[in-house]
């Protein structure tokens, strides 16, 4: 195995910890943070979030610069991203800090792409990432991490800067689903 795809795994075995962090009621005490409060647990988790989708950059920066991508890399890396952002959107909805419906479009989104891929991988293809995808995930990330921060530092001033993002992080997760439908439909009219 090589460091990318290491990097990769060690991004879904830091998902149980953050999942732990983030639902077990840890008392190691409350930071005010404006309008809101935000319990030390709370932090170490959107930190390791934060640390965890940062690691999705980098095990992909490595890989194509040293050459070393894998199929086991193409198969993990897209898979490591969906459990992380799909575990911390869930806990935010347990939280309240997220509305379920905006939830369920968005990890309905990554099933059914999910899916497409899986049914043009039957055919020997690869569909790659659109721009469109990559700043879904983007804007996905800094949501996730902006309402797990509970809007930190924003909510001293009372911007709702998390709520914004993850309306925006919905848009392009809409927007990008439809346009990868869109461009790839051949796939499922070739499957039938």
Known sequence: MNIPNKITLARILLIPIFIILMSV???WGLLDI?????????????????????????DGFYARKYNLITNLGKFLDPL?????????????VELGLAPAWVVILIISREFAVTGLRLVAA???LV?????????????????????????????????????????????????????????NWHVMKEAN
Do not use: R
Request: overall charge neutral.
């Open 122 to 124: 039957g055919d020997g």
């Open 34 to 58: 404006g309008e809101a409060e935000l319990s030390i647990a709370h932090l170490l988790g959107a930190l390791l979030f934060i640390i965890a989708a940062a690691t999705d950059w980098v």
């Open 25 to 27: 009621p840890f008392n």
């Open 127 to 183: 569909l790659a990432a659109s721009k469109l995808g990559k700043i879904k995930t983007v804007t996905q990330i800094v949501a996730t991490a902006a309402l797990l921060l509970h809007n930190f530092p924003f909510s001293f001033i009372g911007f709702p800067f998390a709520t914004m993002m993850l309306y925006i992080a919905l848009f392009f997760t809409v927007l990008s689903g439809y346009d990868y439908f869109v461009k």
């Open 80 to 92: 490591a991203d969906k459990l992380l952002v799909s575990a911390a959107l869930i806990l935010l």
